[in-house]
């Protein structure tokens, strides 16, 4: 398949990591480690949970700060991942045709998900707690940070009774001042929060900032179904936990989307007139223009950025490489083209690189954590 027809499947389905490259270690009230549960053999039903309907989308045409739910849960608070990918569903999906391998898919991510409601539930009813633990096999060392790393299920979500898992990467208390900001990062499509670990030590520690990654509905240790809605519902109660429980005010956000992330974060900057800044990064500017430019299929796009991004009131930085064949620059161009002129700040157009190697290699992570310091320091 090309890398064109990878892209275009990113964009429009999503591939969370099987299995995750990360897990949350449950501890109880003493400090115990509980023993993990089985997402494939159970799937206890709640009765309200047969009830959710996660395609009704009522409540994503408005959008108010709604910090009830994220304090109820404060208080009780890719390409490696294919070559882990369980044998068992590699031999379901190749002998089945592809509408038999997606409704068996569907069926499993659905039971999972009524699953992992009551588990969720129940954790934050009994005051359970994570610890963070990283798949260092796969990910090898992961780089260090002098700060706190806090995993956390966020929620529940309203419409669907699901929890959100995250990582906060919060600097010492010394180096938080009244001007600190916090970037809400979300990420790409086959990855998870795991996967992405290292680069938020990064970002955290070098451009002085708190990091909150959190992984979608159907993602990792998240709860829910990977669906368009849902990121939308996921980006909104992760962004109301993280003013109630980090920031106290909506200007000290920085929303980060990555690939399949500016989806979000372009819906969610759409929304919020007092949010810091946004962050593009290989963004497209819509789902199906990734496979073509004609508008004939509109009616089945996803995540439309390029009409979005019109209605952003706040700074938007867009990072793309000049060499993305599975997302080409012109997306990026024509949503820096379409960003309000008082909200423009300069892009960063990467000579030769791609869609995912902007930060490979030491002088470019050094050149993108410049760029991204040059960048918040502007926001103040």
Excluded at 61 to 74: L, Q, V, Y
Excluded at 180 to 186: E, V
Aim: proline share 6%; with cysteine.
């Amino acid at each position: 398949m090309s890398d064109k027809r990878n892209a275009t499947c990113g964009a429009l389905t999503f591939f969370p990591p099987e299995p995750a490259l990360y897990k949350f270690q449950r501890v109880d009230k003493n400090g115990n480690e509980l023993p993990d549960e089985d997402d494939e053999n159970n799937h206890d039903e709640d009765p309200e949970l047969n009830n959710v309907n996660d395609d009704d989308d009522s409540e994503l045409g408005t959008f108010e700060i709604d910090t009830s739910s994220s304090r109820n849960n404060a208080q009780s608070t890719q390409r490696q991942r294919q070559k882990q990918q369980q044998p068992t569903t590699q031999q379901r999906q190749q002998s089945q045709d592809p509408i038999a391998a997606m409704t068996e898919r569907s069926t499993r991510l659905r039971a999972r998900a009524k699953h992992r409601a009551v588990m969720d539930a129940s954790d934050a009813t009994n005051g359970i707690t994570y610890n963070f633990i990283p798949n260092t096999e796969i990910l090898g060392p992961l780089p260090s940070f002098h700060g706190s790393v806090t995993a956390v299920k966020i929620g529940p979500q309203k419409k669907t009774g699901s929890y959100i898992a995250a990582l906060l990467y919060k600097l010492p208390q010394g180096e938080i001042s009244s001007s600190t900001k916090t970037i809400l990062y979300s990420h790409g499509n086959a990855t998870d929060v795991g996967a992405m670990s290292g680069l938020q030590a990064i970002i955290a520690k070098h451009v002085k900032c708190n990091v909150l990654v959190y992984d979608y509905s159907g993602y990792g240790e998240s709860g829910g179904v990977p669906m368009e809605k849902n990121t939308y519902r996921d980006i909104k109660l992760v962004y109301e936990w993280v003013v109630e429980n980090v920031t106290q005010h909506e200007s000290k956000i920085i929303l980060y989307g990555q690939s399949v992330g500016s989806g979000p974060s372009c819906y969610l900057a759409s929304r919020r007139e007092n949010v810091g800044g946004l962050i593009l990064h290989s963004p497209f500017t819509s789902g199906m223009r990734v496979l073509t430019p004609s508008r004939a299929l509109a009616c089945l796009d996803i995540f439309p950025n390029i009409d979005r991004i019109k209605n952003v009131s706040c700074p938007v930085f867009i990072i793309h490489g000049k060499k993305d064949v599975e997302v080409p620059i012109e997306h990026g161009m024509a949503l820096q083209s379409n960003v309000p002129e008082d909200c423009k700040r300069d892009p960063w157009w990467v000579e030769n690189k791609g869609h995912n190697d902007i930060c490979d290699g030491s002088e470019m992570i050094k050149e993108y954590v410049r760029r991204l310091e040059v960048f918040v320091c502007s926001l103040d």
